[in-house]
């Protein structure tokens, strides 16, 4: 059975920082790309940021490239979003997703809120 266990969100005020974990059980996490969804509070599900197994690509959605970064350690079957230069429109709940983005995958965790405001 797949489990997913995400950590690390909080309150920031915008421009901080915050750092996302994921926690992967259940299947051969080196063997899958992984990916950050998220949904804001009245709104959809989105597609955030997606890492191959190997940790050697990734790819962001155009509202947070040059600000998150998306990385993995295949050894302790962790996933990590690194959250910087925040903003307000980036308040949500962030899942940590197994494949590559598909934003109606039933493999996704319960999620962890981040709030941005000042």
């Known amino acids: 059975e797949v489990r997913l266990v995400e950590s690390g969100g909080g309150w920031v005020q915008p421009g901080g920082s915050l750092r996302l974990s994921c926690a992967a059980s259940?299947?051969?996490?080196?063997?899958?790309?992984m990916s950050w969804l998220r949904q804001a509070p009245g709104k959809d599900l989105i597609w955030v940021s997606t890492?191959?197994?190997?940790?050697?690509?990734?790819y962001y959605s155009d509202s947070v490239k040059g600000r998150f970064t998306i990385s993995r350690d295949n050894a302790k079957n962790a996933l990590y979003l690194q959250l910087n230069r925040l903003k307000t429109e980036d308040t949500g709940t962030y899942y940590c997703?197994?494949?590559?983005?598909?934003?109606?995958?039933?493999?996704r965790g319960q999620g962890t809120k981040v709030t941005v405001s000042s």
């Open positions: 259940g299947f051969d996490f080196s063997s899958d790309a």
């Open positions: 890492i191959a197994a190997g940790g050697d690509e990734s």
């Open positions: 997703a197994k494949g590559w983005g598909n934003i109606a995958t039933p493999e």
